[in-house]
C-alpha cells in the first residue's frame, strides 16, 4: 500500500538508502543472534532429500563454476565475522564455526529478501514485483553456495569424530 509519493529521482535515491538499510540491519541482527539459532541440523538449514545433499546446485546452477566469484561478507566485520571462502583449518572446532557461520550468512539472505515488501509504502504494487526479482537475484546466489557446502562439511566434520572416536577406543 503506497503511503509516500516523491519525485522519481528521490524514489530512485530512497530505493537504493532502503536496500543498504535493509542489508546492514539484517547482518547485524544476524550477528548478534545467539549461535544456538544456527545449527546446521535443524530444519531450516538442513540439506532436504530434494537438495540431495547439495548436488542438486551443482547439477542445476553449475555452483562450484561460479562460487567463487561472490563476495564474502564475513571478512568486513572484523569482530564478529567469519571468512568462509577457503576452509584452510579442518579442525573440528573451525568445521562447526564454518556451518554455524553459513547458516547465519543463508538466514542473513533470507532475510533480506523477505523485506522487499518495505518498497510497497513509496513505489507501485509494479514496482514492488520488481524489488522481490531484485532481493531474489541479489540474495539467492549468496543462499546457493550455502546450501550446497553445508552437506559436504557436515560429512567432512562427520568423519573427523569418527576418526577421532576410533582412536580413543583403541587407547583405552
Known amino acids: 500500500m503506497r503511503i509516500l509519493y516523491l519525485p522519481n529521482g528521490w524514489t530512485l535515491l530512497l530505493c537504493f538508502a532502503v536496500w543498504t538499510v535493509i542489508n546492514l540491519s ?3 541482527i544476524c550477528l548478534f543472534l545467539p549461535d544456538k539459532v544456527f545449527n546446521p ?44 571462502r577457503h576452509l584452510e583449518d ?35 504494487a509494479s514496482a514492488t514485483g520488481l524489488m522481490l526479482i531484485i532481493a531474489l537475484l541479489g540474495n539467492l546466489p549468496c543462499i546457493i553456495p550455502q546450501r550446497y557446502n ?13 576418526r577421532r572416536n576410533a582412536g580413543s577406543a583403541t587407547v583405552s
Open 150 to 162: 553445508r552437506p559436504r562439511v557436515l560429512k567432512l566434520l562427520e568423519r573427523t569424530q569418527s
Open 26 to 28: 539484517v547482518v547485524n
Open 90 to 124: 579442518l579442525s573440528e572446532e573451525n568445521l562447526e564455526r564454518f556451518l554455524l557461520e553459513s547458516c547465519r550468512a543463508e538466514l542473513t539472505h533470507w532475510l533480506v529478501i523477505s523485506l522487499f515488501w518495505v518498497f510497497g509504502f513509496f513505489l507501485p
Open 41 to 84: 541440523r535443524a530444519f531450516f538449514f538442513r540439506s532436504h532429500p530434494f537438495e540431495r545433499d547439495g548436488q542438486l546446485y551443482e547439477d542445476i546452477f553449475k555452483v562450484k563454476r561460479w562460487k567463487q566469484l561472490l563476495p564474502d561478507g564475513g571478512g568486513l566485520w572484523k569482530k564478529r565475522g567469519y571468512k568462509k
